[in-house]
């Protein structure tokens, strides 16, 4: 497959090769589905914590005798159905909620989001990608002169002055090739990957 190079004006140039197995993939909702929910189940913490029947400070003494008041039976004041009282399966600080998506699967849902970036016109690569200076401003104009507003800039490596320039924009996002996740890739509206970035992609993903 041929993906179009753009130069610094954002206008198209010449061609680049890219693998039909990373970029000419076909769009499997499911799979990209089942890669993006295991991606944001990972990076949940689990630092929540509920207080069960025998955490809560309660009295253990039965509220009234077991019959004869007309009431419902009751044990202790700690029930899950009485107000104050503890919680029915409490939510544990160990709780783990991540889940296992095999290498080869993960590779395939990456490969067909960038397919499916490819076909909308989303995703475009540049020869390389940089700023002189670590200025905001200097970022925004280049941006502004290559047409692109909310954009995910994936570098081979993150060159300082571009990742101190990017922090103040946000709607914009630099990473390394290693580090372009699932979820970026679907939420901004625009990639720009530039040809070290996509090579190393190639290496780590076809």
Do not use: C
């Not at 970029?23 to 993006?36: D, M, P, S």
């Not at 400070?57 to 700690?78: I, V």
């Not at 544990?92 to 998506?101: D, I, M, Q, R």
């Not at 570098?155 to 101190?164: G, I, K, P, S």
């Amino acid at each position: 497959m041929e993906l179009q190079l753009i130069d610094g004006d954002g206008q198209p140039g010449s061609s680049v090769s890219a693998p039909d197995s990373l970029f000419g993939r076909e769009y499997n909702e499911a799979l990209i589905h089942q890669v993006v929910t295991a991606y944001l189940a990972n990076a949940r913490s689990g630092n929540r914590a509920q207080k069960g029947r025998s955490d809560v400070a309660k009295s253990t003494r039965k509220p009234w005798r077991q019959k004869g008041t007309g009431r419902a039976r009751a044990g202790s004041a700690s029930s899950p159905l009485w107000r104050g009282g503890g919680q029915i399966f409490p939510n544990s600080p160990t709780e783990n909620f991540s889940h296992k998506v095999n290498r080869k699967m993960y590779r395939a849902g990456i490969g067909s989001i960038l397919s499916q970036l490819v076909r909308e016109n989303r995703l475009s690569v540049v020869e390389q990608f940089m700023v002189e200076v670590p200025k905001t401003k200097a970022l925004a104009q280049k941006l502004q002169n290559m047409g692109l507003e909310e954009v995910l800039i994936i570098t081979e490596n993150v060159d300082e002055n571009l990742y101190l320039s990017s922090r103040n924009l946000p709607r914009v996002k630099v990473v390394e090739a290693g580090y372009a996740d699932p979820v970026s890739l679907m939420r901004f509206a625009k990639v720009l990957v530039t040809r070290g970035a996509l090579t190393k992609m190639e290496e780590m993903l076809a």
